[in-house]
């Protein structure tokens, strides 16, 4: 079982709120992943990080960001949180030569 | 690239049922092809998963699936299913030789409905 952990799980917050996902993983893993989950559709990948002071921009553009100043920590900010911004956010992570990504439990945002 | 198909975003049906979720992919490349299973307001949890080898890949949760390399399809099937298995599936694949650094492409997702 991972271990991998997401806080907050769940957030409502007003519109221009700069906010922060955090997420932490304890297994070591160097990749971590950001994915965007709305209601009834596939998840999207927004940024992903190979190591510590490593990240990319993924899939779908985003107007979050994300740091990696520690192996176990990949937090997300958005500077002013929008109403187009609620959603749900997925954090995720893979060890060195696996296969197998491994998914925290998510955080819940909407943005009023 | 890679790409994902779910054929039926929704599939009802009753306890004990058989059941059958279907997933089509297409790439350029060989793939690796996972299951993950959505608990309501929970995160993702991998059901199995196909690297190589047999075909028949068998899971958690009496889930198993079978990889049809000339069909490009992973289907997930159980022979009865409960009505704790509720729950949204999704298909996803990556790349085996690790371009695109393994990154998952997931399909829409099925939503498993048991009823008694």
């Known amino acids: 079982e991972a271990d991998i952990y997401q806080t907050p799980r769940y957030l409502v917050i007003g519109t221009g709120k700069k906010i922060t996902l955090e997420c932490s993983q304890t297994m070591g893993h160097d990749k971590m992943y950001w994915y965007q989950q709305d209601p009834g559709m596939e998840l999207h990948l927004i940024h992903y990080?190979?190591?510590?002071?490593?990240?990319e921009k993924g899939d779908l553009s985003s107007e979050s960001t994300v740091s990696r100043i520690r192996t176990e920590h990949f937090p997300l900010t958005l500077e002013s949180a929008r109403p187009s911004h609620t959603s749900q956010y997925l954090c995720?992570?893979?060890?060195?030569?696996?296969?197998?990504?491994?998914f925290g439990p998510g955080t819940r945002l909407l943005v009023l | 690239a890679q790409s994902v198909t779910q054929l039926d975003s929704q599939v009802p049906v009753f306890e004990e049922a058989p059941v059958e979720l279907r997933c089509n992919y297409s790439s350029s490349v060989s793939v690796y092809l996972f299951w993950y299973v959505q608990y309501p307001n929970q995160g993702l949890q991998l059901l199995l998963k196909y690297l190589s080898g047999s075909t028949l890949v068998k899971g958690i949760n009496g889930f198993e699936a079978e990889f049809n390399k000339s069909q490009t399809s992973f289907h997930l099937r159980k022979p009865s299913v409960h009505i704790s298995d509720t729950a949204e599936y999704f298909c996803a694949v990556s790349d085996r030789s690790g371009g695109s650094n393994y990154k998952l492409t997931f399909g829409k997702g099925t939503l498993l409905t048991v009823n008694p």
């Open positions: 990080s190979y190591g510590v002071n490593s990240t």
């Open positions: 995720a992570s893979r060890g060195q030569g696996g296969e197998t990504q491994y």
